[in-house]
């Protein structure tokens, strides 16, 4: 099978390279610590070679399309953000130019890199890089199934949640839920109250059930002293604080986006395996329906893009 | 003038030494960074000397009495919490002696500490500790203004909001706004693009703003990535950055503070007289009214709890 596409979500922390078949197949796989920050200046060139110069020798004429931080104004080019609402055509005609003459493997060619997407709700600004790209894909890939409508949620350092609906991008808004637990289970003084990082499904709940009223009616700044009064009082194992407070977080989160109209209709979760399972937990204990969408959407998504781009024919539709 | 009293206001950062004298005033007061936080264990006592050795030894007869941290699980002795409402009686008979026959300086004589303040709203407990005897002292010091009842608002890395009235803490609840905004400043995404610390009234209103809107009906964890959003697009300067946020934290705490029945009557504040100002314009702009209250409402306080307790007689009423 001839190599039509090579891939890359290439985001903060990491670059994960796919090579892709003429049937919209992943023929081959390769993850690397080389996202946009921990990358040395110039060094986006040396990271390209390194994931993939044999792929780039073997398949000449292969074109190349990445998405996802690489874009941003930290990473190898900045791309524009396409506008919300944003369909597979924006992001299509939006694609950005690299000229690769630097890069000795892929001399004479060009990296396509995959627009971010901006909205403007008024109230602030929102954008993403990459997770348009996973929407895409799982869009392609789910088609028969739920993604005529459906809210794609995307848990994380900096959670995404993204109204799809007709082939478009509609809306989306990001919540810094990762992030702020991270800060929160390392440096702040909860983080002397908590023992160690397993899951416990009582806490998790406990902590889903309090986010959702700190969530609805404020209260979140007061709801995280819970996590040390819980526990001075004994009420709160030590071993159980990270999980009350990785779900005080997500239910928060998600109370939230509701409230803001996200999440009505059908919800899909695209993310790790770990996350996804704590979020569907949390969305059935607020009665809320949740479904795993399809692995590898990233590529999946690049190769629809680059497909509608006109860069590829591919042999079946996607 | 006799001394009467040694009041030590002990929290988690600093030990603050009051001598009072017989009439209820300061004569003389030291900070020293000898907070709980920074003694080696068995530091407790050396500390004490080299905050008063001196005035101990001039003052033979003159009553120890210390609050705040000092009195919890990692201070000198555990204080038991008295429970809300607590009255001035309640924490002048729920004093917790420290025998200091091992302090040089002090042999045979007794520290008393005072007990800190819990509540168990039924969602989660909550505690002080140092908060309950400020709010004494203010209230002594304010009887004839407005604390025949008024909400208490203590500004700083873990912000009490504390109900008094009718001469009792009627209820209170802790916001971890100050430690969050640390965090967030100092370790988070969004610390690289704020530079400075300067106060920027535009900003820090536009941050209050935009917080109450995510204190009521949550949505904090979003808000935060505006933040970053804003400084993309150019609508917030990286010099106002910290100002925007510091503004957006206050205006989420105030805002789920009010949402959960705080401050619909007077307000007083408490604490640094930077804050104090932040959460004055951040009052305003929500159309509250807060005033300052008195410097020095610990040494106040612990000077009321004493006196009650008849360990000290005062020559005029406090």
Redesign the interface.
Known sequence: MTTALIALDWGTSRLRAYRVDSRGAIEARRTLDCGISCLPAGGFATALADACADWLAAAPHAPLIASGMVGS?QGWLEAPYVQCPATLDDLAAGLTEVELTEVACAAGRVLYIVAGVSM?GG?????MRGEETQVIGAASAMESVCMESACVVLPGT?SKWVDYAHGSISSF?????G??FA??RG???LSVLMEGDGYDAQAFGDGVM?GQ??????????????VR??T??G?LAPHAGASYLSGL?IG??I???V??GYGAGAIVLLGSEDLIERYRVAFALLRMQAVAGPDDAAPAGLTRIAQRAGLISIDRPL
Chains 1, 2 share one sequence.
């Open positions: 104004r403007d109230r602030m600004p929102d954008v900096h808004a990001t919540h810094m839920t992030e702020v800060l929160l440096h702040s003084i309090a009223e700190a969530g609805c009616g404020g209260g979140l700044l007061h709801r995280l002293f819970g009064t819980l001075l009082f009420r977080l928060a989160e109370a939230a986006a409230e803001h």
